[in-house]
């Protein structure tokens, strides 16, 4: 039988929780068992011991300089251009580890992060090194229920629908929008991914790619899961992560040309 809380104590955990970002000081590790917060999914994953419950919290440098870009609201806003003090405490990722079929499997519960930090590249070092820890821990089957900016971020993280027709139903309703605004709607729209990495040149709203602004205006909250070792899951979140990375030279000083995605 597979013992969580004696994996977790035989397991370097801030050793996969290490991160390359140059903002960040530590994702900190934060055991929440005691307080036994509710699954999102305990009706669904239907496991028959206690789940192990955990946070990771993000923790900033002192002393760096970048350029604000959303407001708190999570609105874009023009560069403000900022210097860390060290004491930033973006936001806290809230898990869940439990036991089915004889496997580890995680839940990405909830998290609340501090809007003014997106756009920055935290959320997506700090998926990369969670997911670390995932694989550590023998982690293949992740779930998660996407709300507020997640119905965005976990799309772009290879997250799929858990109800099937979820996709069909809202690449129908985005080629109507599409329609609307004058843009084409070329191509298929399987995926969450396919819907929220959509873009055509000079058809941004906001700032944002035509696909994104969709999503965060217009998505429904979601339930999505990925198994972490599956082909597409890491093609369509590596991709993304790269992405986002390339470009903190413009927004962070001193942030490296290149940031690990895996």
């Given amino acids: 039988m597979i013992n969580i809380e004696k994996q977790l104590e035989q397991t370097d955990i801030q050793k996969y929780l290490r991160t390359d970002h140059p903002l960040v000081r530590e994702f900190e590790f934060i055991s929440t068992n005691a307080q036994r917060s509710t699954s999102k999914h305990a ?8 789940p192990y419950h955990f946070a990771i919290g993000i923790h900033l440098k002192p002393g760096v300089t970048y350029w604000q870009q959303r407001d708190e609201r999570g609105d874009r806003i023009e560069p403000v251009k900022r210097v860390t003090t060290g004491t930033e405490l973006v936001g806290q990722g809230n898990r869940v580890l ?15 992060p501090d809007q003014r930090y997106n756009d920055l590249g935290i959320g997506s070092a700090f998926y990369v090194a969670q997911e670390r820890l995932y694989r550590a821990l023998g982690v293949r089957y992740v779930r998660l229920f996407a709300a507020a900016v997640g119905r965005y971020v976990w799309a772009r993280q290879g997250f799929k629908f858990v109800q099937t027709d979820q996709a069909r139903s809202l690449g129908t309703t985005f080629r109507a929008f599409l329609r ?20 055509v040149s000079g058809a941004e709203r906001d700032g944002d790619r035509i696909g994104k602004f969709f999503a965060l205006k217009t998505f429904p909250c979601w339930e999505g899961f990925t ?3 599956e082909q597409d899951h890491r093609k369509v979140a590596i991709a993304s992560r790269e992405e986002t ?12 040309d290149y940031l690990v995605t895996i």
């Fill in 98 to 112: 439990l036991v089915k079929d004889g496997e580890i499997c995680a839940e990405n519960s909830t998290f609340f």
């Fill in 180 to 199: 609307a605004c004058d843009i084409p709607a070329n191509g298929q729209f399987r995926e969450s991914w396919d819907l929220v990495n959509y873009h």
């Fill in 245 to 256: 990375f390339s470009r903190l030279p413009e927004k962070i000083v001193g942030a490296p």
């Fill in 227 to 229: 198994y972490l070792d």
């Fill in 43 to 50: 009706d669904i994953w239907e496991y028959g011991e206690a």
